[in-house]
């Protein structure tokens, strides 16, 4: 850092009355409200792995980034898919979706992937990112896509969703009960295609094999129609697959003229937990811009991070601030919110000050003091520093104690 910029020496409740963007100002009281400038980076590879996680680490974070691209699993649906119940989720722990999708291309063709295509990454994450490579009209592009759909959800459907993570042992139940299924099937088939072979026939051409597979079938029509009952109490589909069980959903809509300028609501009691202390984050969305990468021999140039920091101060109704290494804040009225990934602490008890090991895939860490105190950042990203730990919520929480406490002695 060359000079100390203003913004290093103000609280975040201070900043949040002069940040420009809507978001930014609500995300500066949220981390004055939890004392927490930790983002978590949930790098895991199933949607049911990623709620649970979302709802156990909830209470220590600010943000939650995701890669949905990574995720197998992931519910498109815009009502009560994956996105939808992490929304639910940022709304209950008071936490913003911060999709780490890092945009580039032109213009219109980010607006499109933006707002549209299967993941709709609009409707769920409050803040994405963008490589400004392609030029800084792409983070007009991405702006004006933004207003639009602003525009538009003000006269849309309004969905209430409520996720509930279920007990550990309906899981087991589910599972048990399927396993039976599955083995008895399995035998049956086993000791008709046994006893086909046995009188020299092909078991799956033949037209006897076929027929006694008819039978087999009418056989099992009545325990499949009760097993289909059972099924969908217990929320598998018509053919009897088991989906993932990760939460339990109540969806709620109500519709209002798209001429309205009035939007009801019509939550179901306890539908729509909001984290106390603070009112729902604002329908806005917004972008960081990619100024600065925490991967060795990072090919990003003073020149383009200077670009990323004009293209910022020309759409600060949209752009709320960088990922970066470092506080990119120089200008007076600079109010930019900074988030650094590659940050990591060594094990309990270990010394801080001791050179952090990288992945060995071009990764490299450093220390929530460095971070923070040093390079004066405001949110720190760990991804596999918590989810890899023993125990990921108490790990956060040694994190976000970390994290807070170089803040609180940035400011002394
Ligand atoms: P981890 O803490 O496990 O190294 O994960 C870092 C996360 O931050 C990854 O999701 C990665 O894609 C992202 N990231 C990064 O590591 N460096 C950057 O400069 C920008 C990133 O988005």
Redesign the pocket.
Known sequence: MADRHATLSQTFAERAKTAAHPLTRYLFRLMDLKASNLCL?A?VTTARELLALADKVGPSIVVL?T?YDLISGWDYNPQTGTGAKLAALARKHGFLIFE?RKFVDIGKTVQMQYTAGTARIIDWAHITNANIDAGKDMVRAMAEAAAKWKERINYEVKTCVTVGTPVSDQFDEADEADEQQQQEEEEEQAHAGGQAQGQGQAPASSSSAHASAQQRDDKREPRRLAAQEQQSKEGKDVDGRKGSIVSITTVTQSFEPADSPRLSKTHEQGDDAVFPGIEEAPADRGLLL?AQ???KGCLMTPAYTQACVEAAREHKSFVMGF?AQQSLNAAPDDNFVHMT???KLPPPGEDENGQLEG?GLG?QYNTPDKLVGVCGTDIV?????IISAADPPSEAERYRRKAWKAYLARLA
């Open positions: 980076s790098d980034k890669h780490d990619l990468m925490s991967s990922v990934p590659g940050c992945d990764q990203i760990v991804g596999r520093g």
